[in-house]
T-cell receptor
Framework: GQSLEQPSEVTAVEGAIVQINCTYQ??????LSWYQQHDGGAPTFLSY????GLEETGRFSSFLSRSDSYGYLLLQELQMKDSASYFC??????????FGKGTRLHILP | DSGVTQTPKHLITATGQRVTLRCSPR?????VYWYQQSLDQGLQFLIQ???????AKGNILERFSAQQFPDLHSELNLSSLELGDSALYFC??????????????FGNGTRLTVT
């Protein structure tokens, strides 16, 4: 079956760096994406990796290793507004976009 | 604003009833996806339409059905509702096939409460 595994919760301190990992097992692979969702809100797109390596977008970076079926989202200079749930997602060979269960990020002042 | 419109925002109904959720995709997007999100759960993929045709199906119950109309808006029909169907239902749209790095743009969701 298809599955994406990510930690259910992560806690970090304001101003610090945090990494959220994601491992996946899917039928075909056409890229790993990350989405952010604040409580009561809609998911919003953060980043996308189709090829191995690191993609940087401001304070957020995302990494992919296709050989390891693994990726991570790196958040730097954490701010209180970064408190949210973060989801990894994979587009499979049937064009389905499957999401992980999400990682709730708690930020301490 | 993602450009994806979902109506209604809230829906409260009784068990056994039927409801219809509506979604208008972002201008130019041909794909529409439906997801269910229960409390503290991830986004469960239900079904995807592309330019009016069903393209992929996930863990969608037989009591649920959907369609995409010629104007590309989509409706998700939920029937014989059960308490466990209470959830947030999201619609998302994306660019046409072939643009593989096209992200999903989500609507604000419809919160369904079954009593």
């Amino acid at each position: 079956g298809q599955s994406l595994e990510q930690p259910s919760e992560v806690t970090a301190v304001e101003g610090a760096i945090v990494q959220i990992n994601c491992t996946y097992q899917t039928s075909g692979f056409y890229g790993l994406s990350w989405y952010q969702q604040h409580d009561g809100g809609a998911p919003t797109f953060l980043s996308y990796n189709a090829l191995d390596g690191l993609e940087e977008t401001g304070r957020f970076s995302s990494f992919l290793s296709r050989s390891d079926s693994y990726g991570y989202l790196l958040l730097q200079e954490l701010q209180m507004k970064d408190s949210a749930s973060y989801f990894c997602a994979v587009r499979d060979q049937d064009d389905k976009i499957i999401f992980g269960k999400g990682t709730r990020l708690h930020i301490l002042p | 604003d993602s450009g994806v419109t979902q109506t209604p925002k809230h829906l409260i109904t009784a068990t056994g009833q039927r409801v219809t959720l509506r979604c208008s995709p972002r201008s130019g997007d041909l794909s529409v996806y439906w997801y269910q999100q229960s409390l503290d759960q991830g986004l469960q993929f239900l079904i995807q339409y592309y330019n009016g045709e069903e393209r992929a199906k996930g863990n969608i119950l037989e009591r649920f059905s959907a369609q995409q109309f010629p104007d590309l808006h989509s409706e998700l029909n939920l029937s014989s509702l059960e308490l466990g169907d209470s959830a947030l239902y999201f619609c998302a749209s994306s660019a046409p096939l072939g643009v593989q790095n096209s992200p999903l743009h989500f609507g604000n969701g419809t919160r369904l409460t079954v009593t």
